[in-house]
């Protein structure tokens, strides 16, 4: 406290003075606050809240970039959903015009015509694919592969995918190369089995598994692994496709059976001429049907191979079994769902096939069983092992769409199985990506609603409770009118003492 009278020093001026600098203060922070909004303007208004509301800010901007991106990601599906949704109406029409031509009542003229409309439309699928691209992109022709979309603010907030390549060349068939296998028995059947075909490498018929070891595995496109047991050397290949398809859902592979054998004859002479034996298809007993009401046993008594496939053919609705003479006058008989076809009491004649080294069924060798072929097929590449167990190849081979041929009976035939594959290629691989587009969307929604309660906890933090700060700001004000007066007040003492002066 100043001493009474002095003119020097002046206490309540300097006590009005600053409280007119903090109230100057307050006034200013609070008018910032009305003008801009924000209860923090700056560091100094709140440390810690500053720190907090800017973090908040960098994640809300994250955020707002990352829906942005999903957003183009979305744009980036839809366009190749859309190409790939053009591809799959071409390759309806290519399955029509191949169910068409395996009718076989086409001259070949129009056989040709419909290949050319297939050349036509095959290779417009190869030019979507090469074509569609997004912002400069190729999405169809198999480099889009493992792109990273940033669908999050953080690190490691991604999506990746890949685009298979749709080409007419890289979509199609992936079948196993399968062999035709005989299993002999009697007297002379010293060989047992002849695997014939262009895979054959060993002599013998379907492997028995032994142990688990021994089954044969498969491993589809999608990585899914199966095993299937064969129950015995002389399983039909119908019970093996069987076997194989019912762990589809896993690998992804299907099988089909067939069983076409192709049988050289000959004509017995003297006492016993002509052709006689008995024929059957399934593992049935003899003379019964099986529950299909397929593989009643029919007796054959012929003079000559015409009649051979007479025969067989006039009982082909309850034997299961068709027969035709090729050009070489061979006989080829035919069990199309894949039923073993069984050849017993052969007593005039004999059929032997026509590999190189022949399995004879003749009066020596009284039976045989011919097994026929399993063809594993899938839109995707895949793996067998133990494969040789039943005459298959270890991996698959492509037959693309791009290489159908409905000029003849048989490649339409072919190019029906082809187009469903790669249908199913193409169906998948939408899917896959309506999946994505999905997961894309939902990330969207979700990155949205944290957007929302993100700027909800920031406005928390940072906005300025308006109410509030005019209610302080009047205070301040006024406060800031009083330390005027008081300092107006306290220098009026002072000016008093100066009239004490001579």
Excluded: C, H, R, W
Aim: net charge negative; glycine share 10%.
């Amino acid at each position: 406290m100043s001493a009474v009278g002095s003119i020097l020093t002046n206490t309540g001026a300097l006590q009005a003075l600053n409280a007119i600098s903090n109230t100057s203060t307050t006034n200013n922070n609070l008018e910032a606050q009305l003008s801009s909004g924000l209860s923090i303007n700056s560091p100094s208004n709140n440390p810690a809240g500053y720190i907090t509301a800017q973090g908040f800010t960098s994640q809300l901007n994250g955020i707002t970039q990352a829906i942005s991106n999903a957003n183009q990601g979305v744009s980036l599906l839809q366009t190749a959903q859309g190409a790939i949704t053009q591809q799959i109406g071409i390759v309806q029409q290519l399955n029509s015009i191949a169910v068409q031509a395996a009718n076989g009542t086409q001259t070949s003229a129009e056989a040709q015509s419909l290949q050319n409309v297939v050349n036509q439309l095959s290779g417009q699928v190869s030019t979507i694919a090469n074509q569609t691209q997004f912002n400069d992109i190729n999405l169809l022709n198999g480099s889009f592969s493992g792109v990273q979309f940033q669908v999050g603010a953080n690190e490691g907030q991604t999506q990746t995918l890949s685009i298979s390549n749709t080409n007419a060349s890289a979509i199609g068939m992936n079948a196993t190369t399968s062999d035709a296998a005989v299993y002999a028995t009697g007297a002379t059947a010293s060989s047992g089995v002849l695997t014939a075909g262009a895979n054959a490498t060993t002599l013998g018929a379907f492997t028995k598994s032994a142990s688990a070891a021994a089954d044969v595995s498969i491993t589809g496109p999608a990585g899914g692994t199966a095993s299937v047991a064969v129950t015995s050397a002389s399983e039909s290949a119908a019970s093996l496709a069987t076997s194989i398809n019912n762990v589809s859902g896993t690998t992804g592979v299907q099988a089909q059976a067939t069983n076409t054998v192709t049988l050289a004859l000959t004509a017995g002479t003297g006492a016993t001429p002509g052709f006689s034996f008995t024929i059957q298809s399934g593992t049935g007993a003899t003379g019964a049907l099986s529950s299909s009401g397929i593989g009643k046993a029919q007796t054959i008594n012929a003079s000559s191979a015409a009649q051979v496939v007479s025969q067989v053919n006039g009982q082909s609705s309850t034997s299961g079994i068709t027969a035709s003479l090729d050009q070489s006058g061979n006989l080829v008989l035919s069990q199309t769902s894949g039923q073993n076809i069984d050849i017993s009491a052969v007593t005039a004649g004999s059929l032997a096939t026509t590999a190189a080294t022949p399995v004879v069924l003749n009066s020596g060798a009284a039976s045989g069983t011919i097994q026929g072929q399993v063809q594993l097929q899938s839109s995707g590449a895949f793996s067998v092992k133990n494969a040789a167990n039943i005459g298959e190849s270890t991996s698959s081979t492509l037959t693309a769409l791009s290489s159908i041929n409905v000029s003849t009976t048989s490649g339409a035939n072919t190019a029906i199985n082809v187009v469903k594959y790669a249908l199913a290629s193409l169906n998948n691989q939408g899917g896959q990506l309506g999946a994505v587009q999905q997961a894309m969307t939902a990330n969207i929604n979700n990155l949205n609603a944290t957007t929302q309660n993100l700027t909800t906890a920031l406005g928390v933090v940072q906005d300025a409770n308006i109410p509030a700060v005019s209610n302080q700001l009047t205070e301040a004000e006024i406060q800031a009118q009083s330390g005027v007066a008081a300092l107006k007040s306290s220098t009026q003492l002072q000016q008093s003492y100066l009239s004490l002066l001579p």
